[in-house]
């Protein structure tokens, strides 16, 4: 049991001394990473680790956030789903209560014609009826005036009448009457039996219109209560999809500052490897939104990815006239000094305040002229210096890094230049143009604009397949090193 003991010991003491002496071993799994939803967190533990620690920290953190990310895609996604099925439920309720009202609105009318109808259909009733009545006193009358001449003896005829055929004459003439009379009664009586059931039909086909209004209402009012619900429910919705929105931004720029915070980690010399080259593009790249392959033809382009920043150095800013770096000897048109000197020496003069540098801004490597125009691009990508601060290129890389720009740092300068064919892409469609904008200031289709454009995507395309299988034919190898 001691010897057991002693072994965990002798062990557990081995370990210790290893992670002493090896800073550089994995961070300890207990380190949550729900430290990477805050930067300043981020930050402090970065301070207790190595730099190979902290950078790993941060990678996790990168690939904890992405996958994030792609859950609040996914929720977003669902969420925009549900918006839609409530508000095509809208619409449609929307539509039945329009058609409710509408059938109410036509019932009620129908309603309101089928009152008039009855009303006059009970005026001809009343009418009919009182034509009854009448008719009955005259044929009430006729017969009582029958009954009275035939009661008459014949010595009261003979008496009474002058001729006694007039008293026959009488009586066949109230005879005829009474007949007539009978006839009219009757018809009377058949018009307001017939007149009774229409009024009867009208009044049953009024009451099921009302019936139906009742039930119109009935389902018009569910559909406005349906609908209520749909819209409370869709605001609620609108809330949840509002606060993934808030959410997918917040994590966008979390993962945006540890994506800088990395950039800022990776070892940068003046001469940088390919592989440094490699990593530092597909950083930049991967901020901005383009191809690393693109960025690294544009590169290799512009100074070979770093290791030909330029021949020349000003030395006039009156003129632009400068020298060639290697021989001394004079030039003209080194730097346009109307639109670049100034810029040129505020940028020299900012890296030396902010970072604590000693430029000289007579002896910096710029680019010479060629032979038409002017020289003066700066660093690896290459930028004329009113490009780098008056188009807004030095700010932005700014914003990225929370540092002072510096155009010949080639983590700064590779994202300008992402940032540059971004632009390009938004703004012309294609890489090809993206590529002539940068050379030529716009995509011109000139035979030295139609040039760049292939060079560099040749270039690219070479980067493009190491990139994918980690291998390089001599071809490429000849342009690229």
């Known amino acids: ?55 790993k920290l941060l990678e996790d953190c990168q690939n904890y956030l992405e996958e994030k990310s792609t859950q609040i895609e996914q929720d977003i996604a669902k969420t925009e789903r549900e918006k839609k099925t409530l508000q095509d439920q809208i619409y449609l309720l929307n539509s039945k209560i329009t058609n409710y009202s509408y059938q109410i609105y036509q019932s009620n009318v129908a309603i309101k014609d089928l009152n008039l109808q009855i009303r006059d259909t009970q005026g001809s009733i009343d009418e009919t009826s009182f034509k009854i009545g009448e008719s009955s006193g005259n044929l009430i009358f006729v017969l009582r005036t029958m009954y009275e001449k035939e009661q008459k003896s014949l010595v009261e005829i003979f008496l009474s009448e002058e001729c006694f055929s007039d008293f026959f004459d009488d009586l066949v003439a109230l005879e005829a009457l009474s007949a007539k009379s009978k006839d009219l009664l009757q018809n009377i009586k058949g018009l307001k039996d017939f007149l009774e059931d229409q009024r009867n039909q009208l009044d049953g086909e009024k009451q099921d219109l009302e019936s139906l209004v009742v039930i119109q209402s009935v389902q018009k009012r569910e559909s406005e209560e349906t609908k209520d619900e749909r819209e409370y429910y869709l605001g609620l919705t609108e ?77 006039d800013p009156k003129t632009g006239a400068g020298v060639r770096a290697s021989t001394g000897a004079a030039l003209d048109r080194v730097m346009k000094p109307t639109r670049d000197v100034s810029y040129f020496l505020d940028i020299i003069d900012a890296l030396n305040k902010e970072g604590n540098l000693k430029l000289d801004p007579y002896e910096t490597l710029v680019s010479c002229p060629m032979s038409i125009g002017w020289g003066g691009a700066m660093g690896p990508a290459q930028f004329i210096p009113s490009t780098w601060v008056g188009a807004g290129y030095e700010s932005r890389v700014e914003k990225i890094t929370g540092s002072a720009a510096d155009p010949w740092d080639i983590r700064d ?24 904008a940068y050379f030529c200031g716009s ?22 397949n190491f990139l994918n299988t980690g291998f390089m034919s001599s071809s490429c190898e000849s342009l690229i090193f």
């Open 239 to 315: 809330t949840q999809y509002q606060e993934h929105l808030k959410e997918k931004e917040e994590n966008t720029k979390k993962t945006a500052d540890i994506m800088a915070r990395i950039y800022k980690l990776i070892g940068v010399r003046e001469d940088v490897t390919y592989e440094e080259a490699i990593e530092i593009a597909k950083y930049a790249a991967g901020l901005i939104g383009i191809r690393p392959a693109l960025l690294l033809g544009i590169l290799s382009q512009e100074s070979n990815i770093g290791k030909n920043v330029g021949q020349c150095f000003l030395k």
């Open 1 to 55: 049991m001691v010897k057991s003991c002693l072994k965990i010991f002798i062990f557990s003491l081995v370990i210790a001394v290893f992670v002493f002496l090896n800073p550089e071993t994995e961070l300890d799994a207990s380190v949550s990473l729900e430290i990477c939803e805050s930067i300043d967190t981020v930050d402090k533990e970065c301070q207790k680790l190595s730099a190979a620690q902290c950078r």
């Open 443 to 464: 995509p011109r289709g000139d035979y030295w604009c139609n040039w760049y454009e292939e060079s560099v995507l040749r270039l690219a395309s070479c980067h493009q």
């Open 413 to 436: 300068a590779s994202l300008a230049s992402a940032l540059y064919l971004k632009d390009g892409i938004d703004r012309y469609g294609t890489e090809g143009k993206a590529v002539q």
